[in-house]
């Protein structure tokens, strides 16, 4: 049950991350100093898109080789506090930074859902096919999340007090949860395989 739920939130989180690089680019390029037209600015942010999903694919096949020397549970549990941290940056640094650390989680979601995956179904015999089952229904949470992000991100701007942040920025409080709670099931199951 929790690879299911950690399951569903890392979709989620892969989900938002990539649907929403694109309104955080724009809203970045067609403010100061950038000041670029919406359409340019929305065909900059894809190419932000694209070097995300390049950094996904190189970053799995490193991640695949420290799976040699490191245990899956601590390697996943690695990769959401590296996204969890990038996701805070992501929320609170302004300006090309920001954006920066937004591609960067691709690197640490890159070997996330089959780590989860096969962790989820290590030792379970005849239930392994139930399970695997419940972990591919669990591509669900991907389109539940984004919807909540967009509905974030319509608000304009969020007032936190004396913080105040293009709303962009703080829907992704959302994928920061998922990384999270991706953290705290890896954390459970490297103690798990570890006693």
Known sequence: ?????AQAFYVGAQIMCWTFIIHYGTALFTA?????QEQAAEVLSQKYNIAAMILFCSSRFVCTYL???VKPGALLLALAIGGFAL???????????GLYCLVGISACMSLMFP???????????????LAAAGLIMAI??????PPLQGA???L???NLGALTLPAVHASFVLPLVCFAVIAVYGFRTHRYHMD
């Open 156 to 158: 304009g701007s969020v």
């Open 1 to 5: 049950v929790e690879g299911v739920v």
């Open 67 to 69: 799976l040699k020397y």
């Open 32 to 36: 100061s100093p950038y000041n670029m």
């Open 140 to 145: 669900l949470g991907g389109s539940v999340m």
């Open 115 to 129: 780590t989860i995956y096969g962790i989820a179904l290590k030792g379970l015999g005849e239930d392994a096919k």
């Open 87 to 97: 996701t805070l940056a992501t929320i609170l640094i302004q300006g090309i930074a």
């Open 152 to 154: 974030i991100i319509d």
